[in-house]
């Protein structure tokens, strides 16, 4: 074999290896994809739950016992949460969820942090956060895992 066939053979060894490296980061890369797909699907299952949850329960604690309430009886927006008598499973309404924190396990996906936050929202404005009462509240479900990259966030509105 001459020098030029040399020269040839590894220039083609060179550019194989090029080319499974590039296969192996491609590769790699979907799978790490398709994982992060998972927790995130898996994350959203379980901070639907709490959202579902927390939908099904009176607008206001106000609500709770008189639906006919009116705004100024409702909760002040500095003393949204639950009460010092309220624990989990058995709130009464939906402010309950504000700071609420839970772990919650999978299966597959293995645990998950949920943390609640609840706020007035002005329904003409439902992205800012209102100083006073109203007849809408935001829950925010933020939902994190070790193996999340990133946050997963829930939003939902509740109006009376």
């Known amino acids: 074999m001459g020098g030029v066939q040399m020269m040839l053979v590894l220039g083609a060894m060179v550019l194989l290896s090029l080319l499974v490296l590039n296969i192996n980061r491609t590769q790699l890369f979907s799978e790490q994809q398709m994982s ?6 898996a ?6 739950s709490m959202v579902n949850e927390a939908a099904g329960k009176a607008f206001d604690a106000a609500t709770a016992t008189d639906e006919k309430a009116t705004v100024a009886t409702f909760t002040a927006p500095g003393s949204l949460g639950r009460g010092s008598w309220e624990a989990y499973p058995n709130f009464n309404d939906f402010d309950d969820y504000h700071r609420y924190s839970t772990t919650r396990s999978t299966p597959r996906a293995g645990s998950f942090r949920l943390l609640g936050a609840v706020d007035y929202v002005n329904p003409a404005t439902p992205n800012k956060t209102s100083s006073v009462r109203t007849r809408m509240k935001r829950l925010r479900v933020t939902i994190t895992s070790e193996f999340m990259e990133q946050p997963v966030i829930l939003v939902h509105y509740k109006s009376h």
């Open 36 to 41: 992060q797909s998972e927790y995130i699907m």
């Open 43 to 48: 994350a959203t299952a379980v901070g639907q």
